[in-house]
């Protein structure tokens, strides 16, 4: 039998306390418990409880083997203070996603933007040309290939060629070069999920707001950019700022098929790399955890940050 | 009033010419960055052994032949675990895990963008906040609970996992949030369908956009999945991890390993090619709005 419309009207607050009316929406909606219930299981066993997991096992020196022990604040304070090695990868990561994050944001948002007026059929195929290093893979070892240690390398080969460099370079085993070079190789493969909502984003914008902003006095781009279509971006760039930032810590994957591990005097080595020597390696868990946890805290103030720059766009 | 500039005989407001070059040098410049290492690749596939070698090395083929991928299918034919064994292993964890991850993810998103009850807004913000960590955080302890789910070295720790990926569920939500209009549903609801009914027959077919895109973004994750620390047996591992094991074997098996990396990136790409205007419809409503 269909039920009466009055089963699904909200329930009116009247004559309850605020408890009672959440018990009895919750009542009312039992079944939407039911549909997020699945989803939201997996997620809690591979997103939330680790995070929350890493945490208590931080305090710990747990090492898959004995039985752990409670050591407190032990393992942060040897991060600090007795591991050289973390303070170095600290400072890489830093200096890595400071560069990554803002620049790939950067460029995302301009290749967008600069497409964003060809027509349809040439905008699809500019797209494809820069989105597909981040789709495609391992595709970025072809840059080993291309900065090759030897003079077979098409890069030492042309620049020898030339005459502006009489040896060849081992670019990825030379502490000078290997960082810049894998922040160039990041930054190709960059244009993922960013890149495409910012273009999406920009195709959303009403036309007839650009007309109207051009009889309200609108001169060049740059101020139809800055009055206009950034702040009628705004969701797609607190979006897109999230992504780029994630992603501009997640390189260490790029960085050990380019440079090694550990690399050349570790130049690249990064966050991420102490953390899978520690954790996937040695089985130091607990002082893994507190490593991820470092990782962790850095990620969410980074993205509070920027979403804090962001709020103030186009006011 | 001064003269409009036009192209191709349509007005362009607030566009100087000059501007419009200096973005197409831009966009040239930035293109051939992007664009020349993924040339380079399929040169490399192409060129036949005396070219790889050459010196100085060229960057364009000269005499592009195939024998890279017949090379290539050799050394897949001798390896250890015969490599149907590997596609069959990639083949079963993508599908396995992007419907299971479509299924679930889509129920949720249709409850938290369409049902309004009490927690509703608070699931989401703290979905939506574990999109501004990276995995590796909590790959040590995903470890420990696999091991003790006993998890650890089988299909279900590729699987499982990618079913609770949360970019899928994000996109979805936000996607239904603009798409589906609520008096639809609420109309449906007043025809007596229930709630599992009213998502899967009225609100589905609503975004389809949204769900290619689910379908095709887990499947590249899953593609593009190499060794992953989950699995060690060799029967088990995926295909892209196998082909990695070819590229590793040396400067003899330079040719083959540039066929296997053409043979790995065409896939995902096609894909997209496919899909491309149906996921940036999705990413139309990706926005975050607070």
């Known amino acids: 039998m269909a039920k009466t419309s009055a089963e699904y009207q909200a329930v009116a607050r009247k004559d309850m306390t605020y408890r009672q009316w959440i ?20 997620f809690s066993m591979f997103t939330i409880v680790p995070v929350a997991l890493s945490m208590v096992i931080s305090f710990t020196d747990f090492n898959m083997l004995q039985m752990p022990n409670i050591v407190w604040f032990e393992n942060y ?10 303070l170095i990868a600290c400072k890489n990561t830093l200096i890595f996603s400071a560069v990554v994050g803002p620049a790939s944001y950067l460029m995302a948002f301009l290749i967008a933007w600069f497409i964003n007026e060809l027509g349809p059929r040439i905008r699809s195929v500019v797209t494809l040309i820069f989105y597909a290093p981040s789709i495609s893979g391992q595709v970025y070892l072809i840059w080993a290939t291309l900065f090759d240690a030897d003079a077979y390398g098409w890069v030492n080969a042309t620049l020898l060629e030339i005459g502006f460099i009489d040896e060849p370079i081992a670019w990825f085993q030379d502490a000078d070069y290997v960082m810049p070079l894998c922040i160039v190789v990041a930054l190709w493969t960059s244009l993922g999920t960013t890149f495409l909502a910012f273009i999406a984003g920009l195709q959303g914008i009403d036309r007839a707001q650009y007309e109207a902003g051009a009889v309200d006095g609108v001169k060049n781009r740059w101020q139809e950019l800055w009055y206009i279509t950034l702040p009628n971006m705004k969701p797609q760039l607190m979006f897109g700022a999230i992504m780029a930032i994630t992603n501009a810590f997640g390189f260490g994957g790029v960085v050990t098929a380019l440079a090694g591990f550990p690399s ?28 991820a946890v470092i990782l962790f805290l850095i990620m969410i103030g980074a993205n509070g940050l920027v979403r804090k720059m962001l709020s103030k766009v186009g006011t | 009033m001064a003269k409009l500039r036009t192209r191709k005989h349509k007005v362009v407001l607030s566009r100087s010419a000059g501007g419009d070059a200096g973005i197409v040098v831009l966009l040239v410049l930035l293109g051939a960055f992007m664009v020349l290492p993924m040339v380079y690749v399929i040169m490399q596939s192409l060129k036949p052994l005396d070219e790889l070698w050459n010196y100085p090395p060229r960057f364009y083929v000269v005499n592009p032949t195939l024998k890279n991928f ?38 949720c998103a249709y409850a938290l963008a369409k049902i309004k009850f009490p927690g509703a807004k608070g699931t989401f913000k703290l979905i939506r906040t574990s999109l501004m960590f990276h995995a590796t955080v909590t ?3 995903s470890f420990i609970l696999m091991s003790t ?13 990618a079913w609770g990926d949360t970019l899928g569920l994000y996109l979805m939500k936000q996607f239904m949030d603009s798409n589906v209009p609520d008096t639809v549903l609420e109309s449906a609801r007043l025809d007596g369908a229930s709630e599992l009914r009213t998502y899967w027959i009225i609100a589905m077919p609503m975004v389809k956009p949204a769900w290619l895109t689910l379908i095709i973004e887990c499947f590249r994750k899953l593609w593009n999945a190499g060794s992953s620390i989950y699995i060690y047996s060799e029967q088990l591992k995926s295909f892209n991890y196998a082909i990695g094991q070819i590229t590793a074997g040396g400067i003899k098996r330079a040719g083959a390993s540039a066929a296997a990396t053409v043979l790995m ?15 940036i419809e999705t990413m139309g409503s990706s926005g975050m709005k607070d």
């Open chain 1, 23 to 42: 018990w009895k929406e919750m009542k009312r909606n039992w079944f939407a418990y039911v549909m997020i219930a699945p989803y939201m299981l997996i």
């Open chain 1, 77 to 86: 304070i040897n991060l600090f203070f007795a591991d050289d090695i973390f």
């Open chain 1, 264 to 291: 050349v005097d570790y130049a690249a080595h990064t966050i991420m790399h102490h953390l899978d020597d520690y954790g996937g390696q040695r089985y130091e868990i607990g002082y893994s955890s507190a490593i």
């Open chain 2, 70 to 107: 017949r090379d290539l299918f050799i050394l897949m034919n001798d390896s250890w675990v015969p490599f149907s064994r590997y596609i069959f292993n990639t083949v079963f964890t993508s599908v396995g895990g992007t419907f299971g991850h479509l299924f679930l993810a889509s129920m």
């Open chain 2, 139 to 141: 790959a040590v302890a």
């Open chain 2, 149 to 161: 789910f006993k998890m650890v070295d089988t299909y279900w720790a590729i699987i499982i996992p």
């Open chain 2, 265 to 279: 990136m065409m896939v995902p790409i096609l894909v997209f090619v496919i899909s491309q205007s149906n996921i």
